[in-house]
């Protein structure tokens, strides 16, 4: 799902804008061309799939681009691509510098549209040597506001728009080019006690059963009083997301690993898309001030010792933010700052890619850190365990897995692990087996009940093309396509059908979360996948109202703090769907204190 490009190699955008620039440079003039007027079709080869535009041309200018067909993901790049847009024609250029965290879709819209107007005739060199900087569009022209929220991802958000609600002139600052963070690229299910779903399906839960199964699954390192005012407040969250921002969920239940029971929604298309879009329009409605491309770099203190400032960078410039009422901090966890990762656990060294976002760099918490605040749980950082083995993407296809339609076993065909274990339980596991990978195994009507080849379609056909995914007829042969031992594979899906029959897997039980159902017939998957940094439980300490503790456990005036930027709330480990939760309601939480 993720379009984050930062483990692919840095020399092909080099390379492709270095050449980009050399054809272009000489000219600077925009006059120079001489096109045949009229509507022409580009394409290039993004990160999923083929991007296609439709680019009018006039005799001597790029008059309009659309997006003709795109299998990017959408709530990043649409942004990327209307800022894109809006440069080449504003400025009649076409290099752009590679947009951190989308660069090869960057890549892709840049070298489609320069397919289509050398079709129409074009001479790119006479095309201005312009760099296009996808921040063209944000000015800084107010300064002074009743709120600053220190990132846009899901906890910003609804620290934003609760703050907007209750009153407040509210002021987001992003330092990526598009807010979204982890939450856009996550796949933002939410664990929600009672819900709507599982009333249907006659699932009995309740807020003290998820607070006894966050504790339980954080090894009850987690700090009781905020797991409390998370449980009691998932159900409100979920509804909060469903009833006042609009968020449609599909129509079925994930059942993540160490939960006791199924209970989590996830919003449609089965990623952050929907959430933060979803947001990003209500912070609109609200009349919310966004300043993208806006590092925040230090918090200060008046005389009165009350946090009031935020110092920020925005185009090589510095910038002072004063916050009359309040500030929080949303700015997510530090799983792509690898020296941090290897400073509180040597063991998160540069073998382990990362899900993460690449702005997932711990800067709130250094921030907070600055300023006295103290920090909690810094050691204990979670891996999910099945990743794309090449880059750390999270792979949702993975997910037939949660709905208890797969099996993981190794290289040499064997089981090793009780699939709906904790993540960090299956990573452990898998770490040990050969090659540090597992291999998921289902069939096809686990894939037609799960409908992860739809719901995730891109993502599917990019890993078919890829060989981390294989589909075959026969067991033997997606074993051997795959480089799993076919005989034993076949032993191991023997076994684990006469369990389903049984009712009882006597190798793992399974059973105890989920009844075991048969594989039937072909044809057949395997997925390889590694386990990758996900989550960083440990962070900023925080009391239930959200307000940023110093070393005496007392609060810092004026500082709230809200999401993975905090710690102590999942212990030694978050279970899937509880971090959505987490950020939501303590997001509200502080969106409503910072704004008293
Ligand atoms: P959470 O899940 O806690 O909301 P996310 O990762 O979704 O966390 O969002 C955190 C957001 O904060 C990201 O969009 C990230 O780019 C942004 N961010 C991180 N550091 C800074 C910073 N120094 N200034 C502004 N924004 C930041």
Same mark, same amino acid.
């Given at each position: 799902?993720?379009?984050?490009?930062?483990?692919?190699?840095?020399? /092909?955008?080099?390379?492709? @804008?270095?050449?980009?620039?050399?054809?272009?440079? =000489?000219?600077?003039?925009?006059?120079?061309?001489?096109?045949?007027?009229?509507?022409?079709?580009?394409?290039?080869?993004?990160?999923?799939?083929?991007?296609?535009?439709?680019?009018?041309?006039?005799?001597?200018?790029?008059?309009?681009?659309?997006?003709?067909?795109?299998?990017?993901?959408?709530?990043?790049?649409?942004?990327?691509?209307?800022?894109?847009?809006?440069?080449?024609?504003?400025?009649?250029? /076409?290099?752009?510098?590679?947009?951190?965290?989308?660069?090869?879709?960057?890549?892709?819209?840049?070298?489609?549209?320069?397919?289509?107007?050398?079709?129409?005739?074009?001479?790119?060199?006479?095309?201005?040597?312009?760099?296009?900087?996808?921040?063209?569009?944000?000015?800084?022209?107010?300064?002074?506001?009743?709120?600053?929220?220190?990132?846009?991802?899901?906890?910003?958000?609804?620290?934003?728009?609760?703050?907007?609600?209750?009153?407040?002139?509210?002021?987001?600052?992003?330092?990526?080019?598009?807010?979204?963070?982890?939450?856009?690229?996550?796949?933002?299910?939410?664990?929600?006690?009672?819900?709507?779903?599982?009333?249907?399906? =006659?699932?009995?839960?309740?807020?003290?059963?998820?607070?006894?199964?966050?504790?339980? =699954?954080?090894?009850?390192?987690?700090?009781?009083?905020?797991?409390?005012?998370?449980?009691?407040?998932?159900?409100?969250?979920?509804?909060? /997301?469903?009833?006042?921002?609009?968020?449609?969920?599909?129509?079925?239940?994930?059942?993540?690993?160490?939960?006791?029971?199924?209970?989590?929604?996830?919003?449609?298309?089965?990623?952050?898309?929907?959430?933060?879009?979803?947001?990003?329009?209500?912070?609109?409605?609200?009349?919310?001030?966004?300043?993208?491309?806006?590092?925040?770099?230090?918090?200060?203190?008046?005389?009165?010792?009350?946090?009031?400032?935020?110092?920020?960078?925005?185009?090589?410039?510095?910038?002072?933010?004063?916050?009359?009422?309040?500030?929080?901090?949303?700015?997510?966890?530090?799983?792509?700052?690898?020296?941090?990762?290897?400073?509180?656990?040597?063991?998160?060294?540069?073998? @382990?890619?990362?899900?993460?976002?690449?702005?997932?760099?711990?800067?709130?918490?250094?921030?907070?850190?600055?300023?006295?605040?103290?920090?909690?749980?810094?050691?204990?950082?979670?891996?999910?365990?099945?990743?794309?083995?090449?880059?750390?993407?999270?792979?949702?296809?993975?997910?037939?897995?949660?709905?208890?339609?797969?099996?993981?076993?190794?290289?040499?065909?064997?089981?090793?692990?009780?699939?709906?274990?904790?993540?960090?339980?299956?990573?452990?596991?898998?770490?040990?087996?050969?090659?540090?990978?597992?291999?998921?195994f289902?069939d096809?009507?686990?894939?037609?009940?799960?409908?992860?080849?739809?719901?995730?379609?891109?993502?599917?056909?990019?890993?078919?093309?890829?060989?981390?995914?294989?589909?075959a007829d026969s067991i033997e042969e997606v074993a051997?396509?795959?480089?799993?031992?076919p005989?034993?594979l076949q032993?191991t899906v023997d076994?684990?059908?006469?369990?389903?029959?049984?009712?009882?897997?006597?190798?793992?039980?399974?059973?105890?979360?989920?009844?075991?159902?048969?594989f039937?017939?072909g044809?057949y998957?395997i997925?390889?996948?590694?386990?990758?940094?996900?989550?960083?439980?440990?962070?900023?300490?925080?009391?239930?109202?959200?307000?940023?503790?110093?070393?005496?456990?007392?609060?810092?005036?004026?500082?709230?703090?809200? =999401?993975?930027?905090?710690?102590?709330?999942?212990?030694?480990?978050?279970?899937?769907?509880?971090?959505?939760?987490?950020?939501?309601?303590?997001?509200?939480?502080?969106?409503?204190?910072?704004?008293?």
């Amino acid at each position: 799902m993720s379009v984050i490009s930062r483990k692919r190699s840095l020399l /092909l955008p080099i390379l492709l @804008i270095g050449l980009l620039l050399t054809v272009f440079t =000489g000219c600077g003039k925009s006059g120079g061309q001489s096109m045949k007027p009229g509507t022409y079709e580009g394409e290039a080869e993004g990160m999923n799939g083929p991007l296609k535009v439709s680019v009018k041309v006039s005799e001597d200018k790029i008059e309009d681009i659309e997006i003709l067909s795109s299998e990017e993901t959408g709530a990043l790049t649409e942004e990327v691509f209307r800022q894109l847009r809006e440069g080449i024609i504003g400025q009649q250029g /076409l290099t752009c510098d590679a947009v951190s965290g989308a660069s090869t879709t960057t890549e892709a819209y840049i070298q489609a549209v320069s397919d289509a107007v050398v079709k129409a005739g074009a001479t790119l060199k006479n095309f201005k040597a312009v760099k296009l900087s996808l921040d063209d569009g944000v000015r800084i022209d107010r300064t002074d506001f009743d709120v600053i929220v220190v990132g846009a991802g899901g906890a910003g958000y609804s620290a934003a728009i609760t703050a907007a609600e209750n009153g407040a002139d509210v002021l987001m600052l992003e330092k990526m080019a598009v807010t979204g963070g982890n939450t856009l690229i996550s796949g933002s299910a939410i664990a929600a006690p009672g819900n709507d779903l599982q009333k249907k399906e =006659g699932i009995e839960d309740s807020a003290d059963q998820l607070y006894e199964d966050i504790l339980k =699954g954080g090894d009850n390192k987690n700090d009781p009083e905020l797991v409390r005012v998370l449980a009691d407040g998932a159900l409100p969250a979920y509804e909060w /997301l469903r009833d006042d921002l609009g968020v449609k969920f599909e129509d079925h239940l994930l059942f993540f690993g160490g939960h006791s029971v199924k209970r989590s929604p996830v919003p449609l298309g089965g990623s952050g898309e929907e959430t933060i879009r979803k947001m990003r329009a209500k912070a609109a409605s609200l009349g919310i001030t966004v300043y993208t491309g806006t590092k925040a770099t230090a918090l200060v203190k008046d005389d009165a010792g009350k946090v009031s400032k935020v110092e920020a960078e925005h185009g090589g410039e510095q910038h002072v933010f004063t916050a009359k009422k309040g500030i929080v901090l949303a700015t997510g966890g530090f799983g792509s700052n690898l020296e941090m990762r290897k400073k509180y656990d040597p063991s998160m060294d540069e073998k @382990i890619l990362s899900t993460d976002s690449v702005g997932t760099t711990g800067d709130g918490i250094q921030m907070a850190e600055m300023l006295g605040a103290d920090l909690v749980d810094m050691q204990y950082i979670q891996t999910y365990p099945t990743c794309h083995p090449d880059t750390g993407r999270l792979l949702y296809v993975g997910d037939v897995r949660l709905m208890g339609r797969g099996i993981l076993v190794n290289k040499e065909g064997n089981r090793f692990v009780e699939e709906l274990e904790r993540r960090d339980v299956i990573s452990k596991a898998t770490a040990d087996q050969t090659g540090g990978c597992s291999y998921l195994f289902w069939d096809e009507d686990a894939m037609k009940d799960s409908k992860v080849g739809s719901i995730y379609k891109n993502e599917y056909n990019s890993l078919l093309k890829a060989g981390v995914l294989h589909k075959a007829d026969s067991i033997e042969e997606v074993a051997e396509a795959a480089g799993v031992d076919p005989a034993q594979l076949q032993k191991t899906v023997d076994r684990f059908n006469g369990f389903a029959k049984a009712g009882v897997d006597e190798d793992f039980h399974y059973e105890k979360r989920k009844p075991p159902v048969a594989f039937t017939e072909g044809p057949y998957y395997i997925m390889r996948s590694k386990p990758a940094v996900h989550h960083t439980m440990g962070g900023i300490r925080i009391n239930a109202e959200a307000q940023v503790l110093d070393k005496d456990g007392k609060p810092i005036q004026g500082l709230y703090a809200a =999401g993975e930027t905090t710690g102590h709330i999942h212990g030694t480990n978050r279970l899937g769907s509880v971090a959505i939760a987490d950020i939501v309601v303590f997001g509200r939480i502080a969106g409503k204190g910072a704004s008293e």
